[in-house]
């Protein structure tokens, strides 16, 4: 006889994606209380404000000697300068080095790949897959994951620019060396003009030996990530969407799922949440550069400070104590990619928009692909039992 306690196909879920749109809805509300309460302790803490200097000071500077050299993505300098900074000026030449380093080696890789596989659609995808996968499983295990991260990242932007042209490929993965150089040596100079030098030991990696056995987390994470990345491409090339710099920079802020304390995976809610922080990140820095646009400023120092506040506010969140870092980060991000255009204070508001819509549809297009991959919290206890 059929246990009538037992909920139907349909009832359970229907209320499994209830449930789902309730937490949704806690998460999104936990986070918009994290975000005010970090704005309401703007400038109580020395240390962060310092640190919040730097940026507002290293940002805007990579920005100027971008558009005195004439780079072509002026954006990728000060966004560079952004992501280089630490807490201490050893910490940052660190991890410049390392951005450095790792860009450099992508965009080889990426010029040699491009010669064939922008006219290879099957052969362009296992790339993407290969790359994605090497680069996520490097940051876990590799003393040196930045630079397998950052060569991953470069290698695919470099590529999917090439795609319209492929003969512009040299000359795109040239200014990204150039434009990741300008903003390292800003945040080089900025970081040891301001702050200490503090030479901290480099973090302790597991290494690549037991990709099998204990690190087999890491690289089923990787796995999931590649799997993320190519059918965001295939979703974005299905929907006839123009923008292949703004699918090149959505799949650049590839999905990378919490570690928890037993060393494996965190759960399809741990990525939920650190996805949707993304996105609300992505609203809130994108809003606030969209109503910096419609002011129309075109003093060349106002637009500046513009951009070095934004980065002050996104570095105070990111240093934060609420958890809510990545709504910062996020946040600062997409500020840089809205407001700087070109080589000048934008003029009109509507490139602004196109760049915040298509990266706000890549980030959204990465959230659902990542939840139907990532595991909840029963399928975790199976993945860490086997």
């Not at 980060?329 to 509507?350: K, R």
Request: charge should be neutral; charged fraction near 15%.
């Amino acid at each position: 006889m059929r246990d009538q306690s037992r909920p139907e196909p349909k009832e359970s879920i229907l209320r499994s994606v209830i449930e789902d749109f309730a937490e949704a809805g806690r998460m999104v509300d936990g986070a918009l209380q994290g975000w005010w309460k970090e704005l309401g302790e703007l400038g109580t803490d020395p240390a962060r404000t310092r640190l919040c200097l730097v940026a507002a000071i290293t940002v805007p500077l990579a920005t100027t000697m971008a558009l005195w050299l004439e780079v072509e993505s002026v954006w990728w300098a000060a966004i560079s300068g952004y992501m280089t900074i630490m807490a201490s000026g050893a910490a940052s030449i660190r991890k410049g080095l390392l951005r450095l380093a790792g860009t450099i080696g992508g965009a080889a890789v990426g010029f040699i790949v491009a010669r064939w596989l922008p006219y290879d659609h099957f052969a362009l995808s296992l790339f993407l897959a290969a790359a994605t996968m090497l680069g996520v499983v490097a940051m876990q295990v590799s003393p040196h994951g930045l630079a397998w991260l950052f060569g991953t990242i470069t290698s695919i932007l470099v590529l999917l620019e090439g795609l319209n042209d492929p003969l512009k490929v040299p000359y795109i993965a040239f200014y990204r060396i150039f434009e990741v150089g300008i903003g390292v040596t800003a945040s080089a100079i900025v970081a040891n003009l301001l702050m200490h030098w503090h030479a901290d030991p480099p973090p302790q990696s597991p290494g690549w030996r037991h990709l099998l056995g204990p690190q087999w987390p890491a690289l089923l994470h990787g796995m999931r990530a590649a799997i993320a990345v190519v059918v965001m491409m295939q979703v974005w090339i299905w929907m006839d969407l123009p923008q292949v710099t703004e699918m090149a920079i959505s799949i650049a802020v590839v999905m990378s799922a919490p570690v928890i304390g037993d060393g494996s995976l965190g759960t399809r809610h741990a990525v939920a949440e650190r996805s949707l922080h993304r996105i609300l990140g992505c609203f809130l820095g994108g809003i606030a550069a969209l109503g910096c646009l419609a002011i129309g400023v075109e003093s060349f120092p106002w637009w500046l400070a513009m951009i070095g506040g934004s980065v002050w506010v996104g570095m105070h969140i990111q240093n934060g104590r609420h958890g809510v870092g990545y709504l910062g980060t996020q946040a600062a991000f997409v500020f840089i990619v809205t407001l700087i255009q070109g080589p000048a204070p934008p003029s009109s508001i509507m490139p602004g928009i196109d760049r915040f819509v298509g990266i706000s549809g890549g980030m959204a297009i990465l959230l659902v692909i990542s939840l139907m991959l990532w595991p909840n919290e029963a399928e975790r206890k199976v993945e860490r039992t086997s």
